[in-house]
């Protein structure tokens, strides 16, 4: 099995920033694309950024020029850096990998979510 573990998330004033880390660990044999999405109360859960195994990305709109994604594939671990936080991306964030195990099964893996406030 592969299990993700996310870290970094907590209480920040509007315009601070924050860092998200997503360990992967288990039967990985490859990891594919990774991704951080979020959910807000009330709302569905949505793509935030995403990040290839070669490190191509790709931002929601509103994030777009305030988070980076990256991947340190040596560790397994992807990273989420937001800046200039607004409170209207207080949400929890989770973690999502597209992961090829040495047992050649392919499974969409999540984390358990780390919560994310930004106060006003």
């Known amino acids: 099995q592969v299990q993700l573990v996310e870290s970094g998330g907590g209480l920040v004033q509007a315009g601070g920033s924050l860092r998200l880390s997503c360990a992967a660990s288990?039967?990985?044999?490859?990891?594919?694309?990774m991704g951080w999405y979020r959910q807000a109360p009330g709302k569905q859960r949505e793509l935030v950024a995403a990040?290839?195994?070669?490190?191509?990305?790709n931002y929601e709109d509103s994030v777009k020029g305030r988070f980076t994604i990256s991947r340190d594939n040596a560790k397994n671990t992807v990273y989420l850096q937001m800046n200039s936080l607004k409170p209207e991306d207080t949400a929890v964030y989770y973690c999502?990998?597209?992961?090829?195990?040495?047992?050649?099964?392919?499974?969409?893996?999540w984390g358990q979510g780390t919560q994310v406030t930004v106060s006003s």
């Open positions: 999502n990998a597209h992961v090829l195990t040495t047992m050649l099964s392919l499974l969409n893996v």
């Open positions: 288990g039967s990985i044999a490859v990891i594919n694309d």
């Open positions: 990040i290839t195994s070669g490190s191509t990305t």
